[in-house]
T-cell receptor, first 110, second 113 residues
């Protein structure tokens, strides 16, 4: 089983829609969780870390469920500029191995 | 932007030749990672380093070796390049500690012909 499984997508949504992404992970010892955004032909950049209590940054909300071993990202009121690939990542272990899901492509349409 | 530089940015090489990609950082971060990214596969970890001369394998390490002789440089070597190693390679760095953000280089586009 892969360490990180992510919704394959792609997601095509109209402006203003709410969209959710999910990732499941297999290693219960994972310690840190992230959502990264990657624009076409660019490097990934951190969107937000995911904390146990859940966290929000404007239109973006991230959740962590350790019992079920998944993380989620909710985007409200989607904008055209949200079009990108979203990658979930996690790290853990004594050497902070950092692994990612396959990414989900989001296209927001006018 | 974090001080991380990959070189070369683009390379075309022939099957069977050795290739070395360089990742250089000016942030003094302890952790460095090499990934490859291919359509349908996302970012796959090749090797990573948790300190000078301390490295470990990722999920797709076959055909690759790495070296880290000083904090700022992490080298990825393809001993004998194959067409299946045509990909975009990303280096990333991270400070120690839980929730530490990873910063990525701009990527190296490698084509093996």
């Amino acid at each position: 089983r892969k360490e990180v499984e992510q919704d394959p997508g792609p997601f095509n949504v109209p402006e203003g829609a709410t969209v959710a992404f999910n990732c499941t992970y297999s290693n219960s010892a994972s310690q840190s969780f992230f959502w990264y955004r990657q624009d076409c032909r660019k490097e990934p950049k951190l969107l937000m870390s995911v904390y146990s209590s859940g966290n929000e940054d404007g239109r973006f909300t991230a959740q962590l469920n350790r019992a079920s071993q998944y993380i989620s990202l909710l985007i409200r009121d989607s904008k055209l500029s949200d079009s990108a690939t979203y990658l979930c990542g996690l790290s853990g272990g004594s050497n902070y191995k950092l692994t990612f899901g396959k990414g989900t492509l989001l296209t927001v349409n006018p | 932007d974090a001080g991380i530089t990959q070189s070369p940015r683009h390379k075309v090489t022939e099957t069977g030749t050795p290739v070395t990609l360089r990742c250089h950082q000016t942030e003094n971060h302890r952790y460095m990672y090499w990934y490859r990214q291919d359509p349908g596969h996302g970012l796959r970890l090749i090797h990573y380093s948790y300190g000078v001369k301390d490295t470990d394998k990722g999920e797709v390490s076959d055909g690759y070796s790495v070296s880290r002789s000083k904090t700022e440089d992490f080298l990825l070597t393809l001993e004998s390049a194959t067409s299946s190693q045509t990909s975009v390679y990303f280096c990333a760095i991270s400070e120690a500690g839980i929730d530490a953000e990873a910063f990525f280089g701009q990527g190296t586009r490698l084509t093996v012909v």
